[in-house]
């Protein structure tokens, strides 16, 4: 059985690894990682296609990992953004989950990470556990699937370059 | 790079820290730091089957007693022709075989690592 790695992943956005799974499902190391989240010492969960055939010293993540679902935050509470290129160019995406108007009021929460904060509705915090099947499933399709809402990053929140 | 609000150019997520020079064992102390797996930074000598050897730059042992190499690439470095002719076979299941520490160790899987 082979287990070449098909993704790698980041955590703080400078060390990057191969991801290693035994399984299909890709959730066993995921969700160790997004557990390992504090929003202070480890802030930042990164998850990246390789590019086909390419292990991963044989890439950039720099400038290649330019398509990716990642996660900043806490394992009490974190954001899902997800970036994709299409045919109209780069789209920078927050993930929210189904929204629920009675355990999710809306008012927006401040997501806090390294020296640095997002706000976002409540629906779009997440912890580790319910991050883990996002991930999981971006990892085995690539995409993110309903139920699970995507809308534009903010222009205030990032750039946008391709 | 951080473009001053914790996301670099792409928008990932970089935050503060980083490193203050490269290098392998920064990254292997790295990558147990932010991953949590257990990494001996120790060079083994470690051999396939039919007689070839390679040094990896750290052993992570795993869970079913076996370990995996850690292979540290910084900067535009990557693994030259004969580490991945040693490391596709590890990682499609023949083990490896090496001594640490006078005990006789497997190795069943390969983990390649970056750091700036």
Same mark, same amino acid.
């Given at each position: ?18 991801? !290693? ?10 969700? !160790?990682?997004?557990?390992? %989240? ?17 292990? %991963? ?36 995406? /927050? /993930?929210?989950?189904? !929204? ?18 997002? /706000? /976002? ?42 | ?116």
């Amino acid at each position: 059985m082979s287990i070449m790695a098909t993704h790698a992943f980041s955590m703080n956005g400078r060390l990057w690894a191969e991801l !290693r799974e035994s399984n299909d499902s890709g959730s066993a190391e995921i969700a !160790r990682m997004l557990h390992r %989240l504090d929003g202070i010492e480890r802030f930042s969960f990164i998850l990246w296609r390789l590019p086909e055939g390419r292990p %991963l010293d044989q890439t950039s993540p720099e400038t290649e990992a330019t398509e990716y679902m990642q996660s900043a935050g806490s394992f009490r509470e974190m954001t899902v953004e997800v970036r994709r290129i299409g045919e109209s160019g780069p789209e920078h995406l /927050v /993930v929210g989950r189904p !929204r629920n108007w009675v355990d999710d009021p809306d008012e927006p929460v401040t997501i806090t990470w390294s020296e640095h904060e997002v /706000v /976002v509705a409540r629906h779009e915090v997440f912890t580790a556990d319910a991050a883990t099947p996002l991930f999981a499933a971006y990892y085995k399709t690539g995409s993110v699937l309903p139920p699970y809402s995507l809308r534009p990053l903010r222009d205030n929140e990032v750039g946008s370059q391709g | 790079m951080d473009r001053g609000d914790g996301r670099d150019i792409y928008g990932r997520f970089t935050g503060r820290g980083g490193y203050g020079s490269s290098g392998e064992a920064l990254g292997l102390s790295e990558y147990e730091r932010l991953t949590g797996n257990v990494v001996i930074a120790q060079h083994i000598r470690v051999t396939l089957p039919d007689g070839t050897s390679r040094l990896y730059d750290g052993l992570s042992p795993q869970s079913d007693g076996t370990f995996e190499g850690i292979e540290v690439k910084s900067g535009t470095a990557s693994r030259n022709a004969q580490q991945r002719a040693f490391d596709d076979p590890v990682n499609s299941g023949t083990q490896a075989r090496g001594r640490l520490n006078g005990v006789d160790i497997a190795i069943s899987s390969v983990r390649v690592i970056r750091v700036p």
